[in-house]
């Protein structure tokens, strides 16, 4: 089953959409592969995708693969697009029965040589139990997740030397 139908719960199925932007050191160009489904695990520990379309992985537009949460929860990803030049990466991704997720980001030059990439999520509850995983996409949530970002997509960009 992938969802159920407010009418069918009784209660109002949520969705939120959260933005945070931050800021690296790095080209366009070099920062924009790292997110990626495949350049990810230099940044994300546990960054695992078991992929489907193609087999061997890739980072273009239509890879599809799988994650599984800590809580064993498997979610199926869509690359729904991949434009280095434009800076672009956008996925949906769906935990079947629970709920369906948008994420963009958008990666620009900045004035000083560098980049900044705004990272936008949508979740959207398929069931009532997908209620409370919506309601963590807050504020603070933004906050938690813009300082976990920037600290390591900027150490993996330290590690390649793309800031030189």
Wanted: negative net charge; contains cysteine; hydrophobic residues 40%.
């Amino acid at each position: 089953m992938i969802l159920t139908s407010a009418a069918e719960s009784g209660t109002a199925l949520e969705q939120k959409t959260q933005s945070f932007t931050i800021a690296l050191k790095g080209s366009v160009a070099a920062v924009t592969p790292l997110f990626g489904p495949v350049r990810e695990a230099e940044w994300a520990p546990g960054w695992a995708p078991r992929f489907i379309h193609p087999a061997e992985g890739g980072q273009r537009e239509g890879v599809m693969f799988t994650t599984t949460t800590s809580d064993g929860k498997e979610r199926l990803w869509l690359l729904t697009a991949y434009d280095v030049k434009e800076g672009r990466v956008e996925y949906v991704w769906i935990a079947p029965g629970f709920t369906a997720n948008e994420i963009k980001i958008r990666v620009l030059p900045d004035d000083g040589g560098h980049c900044q990439a705004t990272i936008t999520y949508r979740h959207s509850a398929l069931a009532p139990e997908g209620n409370a995983e919506v309601a963590k996409l807050d504020a603070n949530w933004a906050a938690q997740q813009r300082v976990h970002w920037e600290t390591a997509i900027s150490e993996a960009l330290s590690k390649e030397g793309a800031h030189d």
